[in-house]
């Protein structure tokens, strides 16, 4: 998903953002997103701020519909910075047929087999069947392997009702480095990297680690998960005037992660007066301190959705309401253990000691919860002089109620503690957007969403509000179309993973908290530029920050992109088409600023704030590749970061930055039958 989004303003890489990245993630003007909606369901995983970890196969989906800024209808409870909606594919009445086959360095190995189209008559009945397989190998050491299928069923009662039944079974697993998501890159150990300085785009050669190595990850690593989804959803119009909109899903979550990686963290030493990191613990390369860790997550929801929508028109007046309910069912449980491993020489390349017991292993963490969220919305358009002036209001009011069980992992046998939370929120958006000529429009939107979570086995809400206003434009006659805004974005009780829980979940909390906000510009340009050059370009400027106003890692203040794709349609090149690419992304911090580890506070003891030690370089990557269409074939050639540039990207904190990958070539063969 990232790789289809890049293009637009405000998006940029998550960590664990790629093919074999976890949970699609990527970031939203600045915010990371940790879940998706699929068809409108929520893929979170109540009452936690994760979904399922496997990347959704991009084969099941039609197209993916983004949001910027807190979703207040659709996903009340998501990423203040944004939302993104996959729309899955769902059967045809008219029959169609495709095979594709994919080949390339990394991240390919891929077949595919689409089908859809009527059954029977022709009339009632249409169906769809998707399946694919990939065994591909990766950039950083490493392999993915999935197995995805979908069979869909539509039946269609008449003109105004229809039912359509989907299942989607993921089965998907990492290998190697791979499968260790943001820790299989280099860890920042080099003296160097202290007071705020920007690192190297590869590790240096005496702390042993090596640009996209084994980096003391275990060979023997893997991470596999399996979803089952099944979903309904039956739409009808009612006394010809109100669409109605009935729909279920339930899934089925069983993730498993077997990994060996290194265990040192590296302890930083602040200045107190200025709380700039002035020192820094180094590891010995040769004896590298490693950890083996197994967890074991289950996770089983059940949703319910209904809503009605309709449209009156009064001359140069039109309402166009919209008003439903959801609700959503979970249950989860997870289960950590860790065993100490024989150090790793990083010199003497892939790491390969013997995979311990599984009995072996001590428990590290447990925990179980059950969660039930309920939501009420309303949503009114309001069109004015002939839809010149446009008014949007809306409320949605969400009720959860969570508990989550935490054991003793010194003895298991003794009753959990249960920690209850329950209560409801109400989020707000509001809109008016004003049309002085007919290509021109004038807008600015409020908007809300609130969340409960779980911090450190404590669930409490989080709140996001955002106030935006911009531009937006038409040219050449609707086919050229151009966007600017300003955003404005606060977020409480923001609560990110903490890279320590991963080696040492005994001992540290497995996520921090605090509040942030973010405010900047956005700039898009989407169409034809021409009938056969098409663009899209985009450039954000923005700031997130913290309370003590410093970056968050991973978080670029500057962001552009542009792409440009060419389509010859007469002459000898028809059916030819070219395209060129190029994506910056600003320089960001590497870490979020760590607590003294004297005081245990965000503060030195003179008060002053502690500092980020240490950033990663701004960086450009271009892209380029071409299509051609031959009766019912079509040939497509992709090339991402096609002058193999070497670089950081995607840093999760000292413990881990990531490599981007060289590059990918991949040529993907479409048959249609």
């Known amino acids: 998903m990232y790789e289809a989004t890049r293009y637009f303003s405000g998006v940029s890489n998550g960590r664990g953002t790629g093919p074999g990245g976890i949970m699609d993630r990527q970031n939203f003007r600045g915010f990371e997103s940790f879940t998706k909606t699929i068809d409108n369901f929520s893929s979170q995983l109540i009452p936690t701020n994760n979904g399922f970890v496997a990347v959704f ?3 099941f989906i039609e197209r993916a519909d983004v949001v910027l800024g807190p979703d207040t209808i659709l996903a009340p409870t998501g990423s203040p910075g944004g939302s993104i909606n996959i729309v899955t594919k769902s059967p045809q009445f008219q029959r169609a047929n495709d095979l594709i086959v994919a080949i390339g360095n990394y991240n390919a190995g891929k077949v595919a087999l689409d089908s859809t189209g009527p059954l029977g008559g022709g009339k009632h009945w249409a169906y769809r069947v998707i399946g694919d397989y990939q065994d591909a190998r990766t950039y950083v050491p490493g392999s993915i392997r999935q197995w995805n299928v979908s069979p869909q069923l539509t039946c269609r009662f008449s003109d105004t009702a229809e039912l359509t039944l989907k299942y989607f079974g993921i089965q998907w697993e990492l ?23 920007t690192i190297g785009g590869t590790p240096p050669p005496p702390s042993g680690f090596t640009y996209n190595g084994w980096n003391g990850n275990a060979t023997w690593s893997h991470t596999f998960d399996r979803v089952n989804l099944v979903s309904g959803q039956f739409t009808a119009t009612v006394a010809d005037r109100v669409s109605m909109r009935l729909g279920a899903e339930v899934f089925f979550d069983n993730n498993i992660g077997d990994s060996g990686f290194p265990s040192f963290s590296p302890t930083e030493t602040f200045d107190p007066a200025t709380g700039q990191v002035t020192g820094l613990s180094s590891p010995n390369p040769a004896a590298l301190p490693e950890v083996a860790r197994y967890n074991h997550g289950i996770s089983r929801d059940v949703q319910l959705q209904n ?14 309401p919209v008003a439903g309910w959801a609700y959503q069912q979970a249950a989860n449980t997870s289960n950590t253990r860790q065993f100490a491993l024989p150090p790793a020489n990083l010199f003497a390349g892939a790491y390969d000691p013997s995979k311990p017991l599984l009995s072996t292993y001590a428990p590290a963490a447990k925990l179980k919860s059950n969660a039930w969220q309920s939501q009420v919305y309303a949503l009114t358009k309001a069109g004015l002089y002939g839809d010149r002036i446009l008014l949007t209001s809306g409320v949605s009011r969400t009720w959860v109620n969570s508990n989550t069980y935490t054991y003793n992992i010194s003895d298991l046998s003794a009753p959990p503690a249960l920690l209850t939370l329950g209560g409801y929120r109400d989020t707000y958006l509001g809109s008016i957007l004003f049309k002085p000529v007919a290509s021109v429009a004038l807008y600015y939107t409020f908007s809300s969403n609130a969340a409960l979570t779980t911090f450190n086995t404590h669930p409490l809400w989080q709140q996001g509000r955002q106030h935006e206003f911009g531009l937006k434009s038409e040219f050449f006659h609707q086919r050229l179309a151009f966007t600017a805004a300003h955003f404005q974005i606060a977020q409480t009780n923001l609560v990110t993973p903490n890279p320590a829980y991963n080696v040492d979940p005994a001992h540290n909390a497995p996520n921090t908290l605090s509040d942030q906000a973010n405010h900047g510009f956005e700039f898009n340009l989407v169409g034809g530029l021409t009938k056969n050059l098409s663009v899209i370009a985009s450039f954000t400027e923005m700031k997130l920050r913290d309370p003590f106003s410093r970056r968050v890692r991973n978080v670029p203040d500057q962001l552009a992109n542009l792409l440009l794709n060419y389509r010859f349609t007469d002459g000898a090149l028809k059916n030819f088409t070219v395209f060129a690419g190029v994506v910056h992304v600003g320089n960001a911090a590497g870490e979020n600023a760590q607590n003294d580890p004297k005081t245990g506070v965000a503060v030195t003891p003179q008060g002053a704030p502690t500092q980020t030690g240490f950033y990663v370089a701004a960086w450009t990557v271009y892209n380029a590749g071409a299509s ?12 991402d970061n096609l002058l193999n540039s070497k670089f950081a990207w995607q840093p999760a904190s000292r413990l881990s930055v990531s490599p981007y990958p060289g590059a990918t070539v991949r040529l993907t063969t479409e048959i249609k039958f």
């Open 57 to 59: 196969e991009p084969q």
């Open 175 to 197: 290998t190697g480095a791979m499968a260790n998501a943001n820790d299989n890159g280099w860890e920042v150990t080099d003296p160097g990297s202290i007071r705020g300085t």
């Open 628 to 639: 051609y269409r031959w009766d019912r074939c079509r040939f497509n050639l992709n090339v």
């Open 307 to 320: 809503d009605y929508a309709t449209d009156f028109h009064f001359g140069e007046i039109s309402i166009q």
